[in-house]
């Protein structure tokens, strides 16, 4: 026998009429802050025989590619929070900055001529690098999940 409740609720998504809930939209909106509006996105890649292992300090190595572009990532967590190391390539040029996100802050980096730029003391949990270079679209990694 069917539940009278679960027949009306099914009525209703048949007939379009069910609400979304508030805490879904909410999420939505959430999510939808965090896109990179023109942003060329950056696929993780396999760093050869060391790549995504932990070394005897617990660093986490990541290479993110795009066409044109590679980003090396050294992910360090001391303390319970996340150190980034990072490096550019080809090195972007003058005026070109780094964002180190997390879903709660932004850390905004010039990178230094050897293509080279860090961020400490991020919270643990989801992150993104974006790369910001005069005349060009932004590139972003994508999100990547940091656990202590």
């Given amino acids: 026998m069917i539940n009278d ?17 508030g805490h879904v939209s909410a999420a939505a909106r959430d999510a939808y802050r965090f896109r990179v509006p023109g ?13 995504g292992v ?17 980003f090396d990532l050294e992910i360090t967590i ?15 040029g003058e005026g070109a900055l780094i964002d180190v996100r997390t879903p709660h802050l932004t850390l905004t980096r010039r990178i230094a001529g050897s ?3 860090a961020a400490t003391g991020l919270p643990p949990g989801w992150l993104s690098v974006v ?9 972003q990694t994508r999100w990547v999940r940091i656990r202590p």
């Fill in 131 to 139: 790369c910001h270079r005069p005349g060009y679209k932004p590139v």
């Fill in 115 to 117: 293509g080279d730029f």
């Fill in 5 to 21: 409740e679960y027949f009306l609720a099914a009525l209703r998504l048949a007939s379009g009429n069910d609400p979304i809930p």
């Fill in 54 to 70: 932990r070394d005897d300090e617990g660093s986490h190595l990541v290479r993110f590619v795009v066409a044109g572009l590679t």
């Fill in 78 to 92: 001391g303390d319970g929070l996340i150190d980034v190391a990072g490096h550019v390539s080809p090195y972007p």
């Fill in 39 to 51: 942003g060329v996105t950056a696929d993780p890649t396999d760093r050869g025989a060391a790549g």
